[in-house]
């Protein structure tokens, strides 16, 4: 249920994930590429023997702090989604282009075309992009010292990307036809902002992520009992550089899979 290709940065396509999820005996996932739904275009869900949910993970800000809202069951063809997902098209094209500017600055030479030409077939630049061409050109030894170093919040050459407030992130994916599920909330600086979302309507929280313990799994599922929520998990799987965030690495936990059980069916009723 939290799946990148490489259409965002993810180091497989969109069709690679799906057979990846065949051999692992998965039935059910949902591609969640960061700000597009591009994932969507190269494949047709019905052709496959799993169930696909569409999704995309959205960027948000609520007062300066990074929030990311899972988008479940959306369309993907809605004009007002598809219209943000080109602003932040743009809008991440124009940031790289200063944090580039930045980084020359301190003798890190980076063309803009050496991003681009990794950051996917949509060409939607994040910044794990701008890290590994320079871990490929040598100027760092990992992506982790390049945030470190250099492109990681508050850090020399840092530029604060183009968001939407959780507001409206909720209120485009909700009118999209879809579910908002606050992403991995366990990162989130000041738990308060699970409140925030829940205030604002969201419908549901990745109660399960690699970077959540147990105590906080228990934690956070209490919160979505209380309140209602959907409560979802994903591995937030990346590629096989990433032994982290292995694909198809989810506790067993019934209250989980009742829940997605739950949003599934949900969904299937209103496309129906």
């Not at 906080?216 to 409560?231: A, E």
Request: hydrophobic share 40%.
């Amino acid at each position: 249920m939290h799946l990148h290709s490489n259409v965002s940065d993810g180091a497989l396509t969109p069709k690679s994930l799906i057979r990846r999820a065949m051999e692992n005996n998965i039935d059910l996932i949902s591609i969640t590429d960061h700000d597009t739904v591009d994932a969507y275009h190269h494949i047709n869900i019905a052709d496959y023997p799993i169930y696909i949910l569409p999704g995309i993970e959205i960027s948000a800000q609520e007062n300066g702090v990074d929030i990311h809202v899972l988008a479940y069951g959306i369309d993907v063809h809605d004009k007002t989604l598809n219209d943000l997902m080109e602003m932040y098209l743009h809008g991440r094209r124009d940031r790289a282009k200063l944090m580039l500017g930045k980084l020359k600055k301190h003798g890190i030479h980076i063309d803009l075309r050496e991003v681009v030409a990794i950051a996917g077939s949509r060409e939607l630049i994040v910044r794990p992009h701008i890290a590994q061409v320079m871990v490929t050109k040598g100027y760092c030894t990992n992506k982790n010292e390049a945030f470190d170093l250099y492109i990681g919040n508050e850090k020399p050459a840092y530029v604060a990307k183009p968001e939407v407030s959780m507001d409206e992130a909720i209120k485009v994916i909700q009118e999209a036809g879809g579910f908002a599920v606050m992403a991995h909330p366990g990162k989130l600086k000041d738990v308060s902002y699970i409140q925030s979302g829940i205030d604002k309507g969201i419908d549901g929280l990745e109660v399960w992520h690699p970077d959540h313990n147990n105590g906080l799994l228990r934690d956070l599922i209490d919160i979505g009992q209380k309140n209602g929520l959907y409560m979802t998990g994903g591995s937030d799987f990346h590629g096989e550089h990433d032994f982290h965030n292995q694909f198809g690495y989810i506790p067993h936990n019934d209250v989980i899979i009742n829940s997605v059980n739950d949003l599934w069916g949900t969904w299937q009723c209103r496309i129906k």
